[in-house]
């Protein structure tokens, strides 16, 4: 196992699925309901693009119908199938230890989404949310992260952002912030553009200061 890092942080940007929960059954479930419905294509088979926006998906598999209304069908067919969603190793009790003004959730999902996955997981709601809905350009554009940084109230070199995805690394790295990778979804070769990558947030301790936060974790890269 390598060594500890430790690194200097004042706030934490963690993406959703796939670094707090994994509800990938049901992202397949839904997306080739959805692309049945929406007679996509090998529809049976469809495989969803990790970290990105759902309206995005809708606008490049169907870019002739409504995109809201498409969007509201994958969502409520979403927030209906949570039955296997779990919280990831470590996850609960990283966030139990920080403090609710250092950390943000910058997402893919919808607000609504998000919310109703974080209740269903029995996590902590954050005070600070940035999702898919809230921005003009979701990941892999920097805006999410910009915005997520800025409602923390520090600079975007002052945060690190922990990521599952290649689209989500790579809005990281654009925003300016240090970007902690996990895997699960991906693999460490897609995931190479974050400076470090962990196998989960199990290695991950945080300890807490009155101005800074110290940030420990067991890279694998």
Known sequence: ??????????????????????????????????????????????????????????????????????????????IEDMADLKVLPGVKKLLESLPLERWAIVTSATRRLLLGRLEAAGLPIPERIISGDMVERGKPDPEPYRRGAELLGFRPEDCVVVEDAPSGVGAGIAAGCRVLGVLGTHSLEELRQAQWVAASLESVAVTVHADRLDFCFKPVN
């Open 1 to 78: 196992m390598s060594e500890s890092v430790c690194i200097e942080a004042k706030g934490l940007l963690f993406d959703m699925d796939g670094v707090l929960i994994s509800s990938i059954g049901s992202v397949v479930r839904c997306w080739r309901r959805w692309a049945e419905i929406y007679n996509v294509p090998n529809a049976e088979t469809y495989t969803v693009p990790h970290g990105v926006r759902a309206i995005d998906i809708v606008k490049s598999l169907r870019p002739d119908i409504d995109p809201q209304e498409g969007l509201r069908v994958i969502e409520d067919m979403e």
